[in-house]
């Protein structure tokens, strides 16, 4: 059950970054983020009364919310700087380097963890690698202001702190009920993500926000929510080194409605590196 889960996140998670890219197009990415997010929290909450998990949260373990907390704040510098390189950049350039973190997540899960190293694993981190390399490189265009190359640190960091969620928040929810440790580590990120737009001043844009964008805010919201919800429950009962490549398969998805509904081109070097990233990901599940 736990890799349909995982499936489900890939999905939902995919779906995400067009909606996201669409409601960011005229809003500020950090307001955009911190709006998004108490969307999540109230879905993420929604769901612990569902299945009746609050009445567990007397039983956590101080060890368990601090690495939901650590998990939580990895999660919001992830969004932040993943919704600013989307911001400034096309999606199918920022998604396969944030889609990156695939590799560096197995690498952790496998130092960190103890989980088992296998031929398939090594060469399907191989090819998600050579796939990411392909999708992301691009001839200069003359003339290119450097400031449009800031996507890429972005995106990169964006990257680094995906990984860091994925095992902390491994770690963290061992000891919890899923849904309820997605709903704990919402707080963290909310509260975060509200910080950064009132430091940087940004909270008068809520104003400017047109209808469009917040419908598509909003939505994005709610398939990140339950993204969230199956990617922790998969994470709670199979090995991180194979949930987070499968969920990372959301690229295919986002790529493809990157191509129908944004109109970004995708070059033959792209295609063959999206077919490696997507064979990379399935040779984990043999």
Known sequence: MWILFAFGSAIFAGVTAILAKIGIKNTDSNVATAIRTVVILIFSWLMVFIVGSQ????????????????????????WLCY???????DVNKVTPIDKSSTI?????????LGEPVTIP????????GIGTYLMITKKKVEGQKAR???????????????????????????GVESNLGTAIRTIVVLVMAWI?????????????????????????????GLSWLCYYRALQDGQASIVV???????????AFSYLFLKEKLTKKSLAGLILIVAGTFSLLI
């Open 148 to 174: 449009d190359k800031k996507w890429f640190i972005y995106a990169v960091f964006s990257a680094i702190f995906a990984s860091l969620t994925s095992i902390l928040g491994k770690i963290g929810i061992e």
């Open 245 to 255: 490549p499968i969920d990372k398969l959301s690229i295919a998805i986002t790529v």
């Open 104 to 112: 560096l997540t197995m690498l952790l899960a496998l130092i960190i």
């Open 55 to 78: 009445d567990t949260i007397s039983t956590i373990s101080s060890n368990t919310l601090i690495f939901l907390i650590l998990s939580g704040c990895a999660t919001g510098a992830s």
């Open 121 to 128: 694993k090594f060469i399907g981190m191989i090819g998600i």
């Open 196 to 224: 950064v737009v009132f430091v940087a001043r940004k909270q008068d844009q809520l104003k400017k926000i047109d209808r469009k964008s917040w419908i598509f805010i909003c939505l994005s919201g709610v398939t990140t």
């Open 83 to 89: 919704f600013k390189a989307l911001q400034l950049g």
